[in-house]
């Protein structure tokens, strides 16, 4: 919903893992970071009667800033970055190990077929900043979604409606299945995104 996302996913046969993604301002208002009942209580009203009815905490609450951070030169002097250190996604959108395993397997790869190890790792900056520049691109479409305004709900009901139409939205809502290396954020996916070209 408008500033809002639930989601919770399996961690095993008894145990689910629960996020909550709000405006830091809104997560201090609800009190929900520093309560397991209260936490169940504001997640409890936006799933189905009874789901959580016995919800029992078994790990820690933690909440964390969900900005995009990364380095302007993931590799250079002799030094290559990897995962989180070349660039950190918004964690809720469960890039970081993919991303991880990506950078290991695409410079390993490179550094294998060539002895010009430096024109290897210029390759894998190059390639590393597209690929984040796809999922920073996304998130930050994702990220308006959370904002309340007028202009945003317009905009959230622009991508429902292109959702309706391709529930792929050209492949960038199956990001997280498919990877970024083949999808392009341009004016066109943007549009595509908000649903601008079915309006």
């Not at 996302?5 to 046969?13: D, K």
Request: aromatic letters at 10%; proline letters at 5%; glycine letters at 10%.
């Amino acid at each position: 919903t408008p500033g809002e996302m639930v989601l919770w996913f399996a961690a095993g046969a008894n145990h689910k893992r629960l996020y909550v993604s709000l405006q830091a301002e809104r997560l201090r208002a609800t009190g929900i970071d520093r309560s397991f009942e209260t936490l169940i209580g504001f997640v409890a009203e936006r799933l189905p009667e009874g789901a959580l009815a016995n919800a029992r905490q078994a790990g820690p609450i933690g909440f964390f800033p969900n900005s995009c951070v990364w380095a302007s030169e993931p590799a250079g002097n002799g030094v290559v970055l990897v995962g989180d250190a070349a660039g950190a996604p918004d964690p809720s959108q469960g890039h970081g190990t993919s991303l991880l395993f990506w950078d290991v397997r695409q410079l390993s790869e490179l550094l294998l077929e060539s002895t010009n190890w430096d024109g290897a790792i210029r390759t894998f900056a190059e390639r590393r900043r597209n690929v984040y520049n796809v999922i920073r691109t996304i998130d930050h479409w994702w990220q308006i979604f959370f904002d309340t305004s007028v202009e945003a709900t317009k905009r959230l009901e622009g991508h429902l409606l292109a959702r309706e139409h391709d529930p792929t939205v050209g492949g960038l809502a199956r990001i997280e299945i498919t990877g970024p290396e083949r999808l392009t954020v341009d004016e066109t996916a943007r549009r595509r995104w908000f649903g601008e070209d079915l309006r």
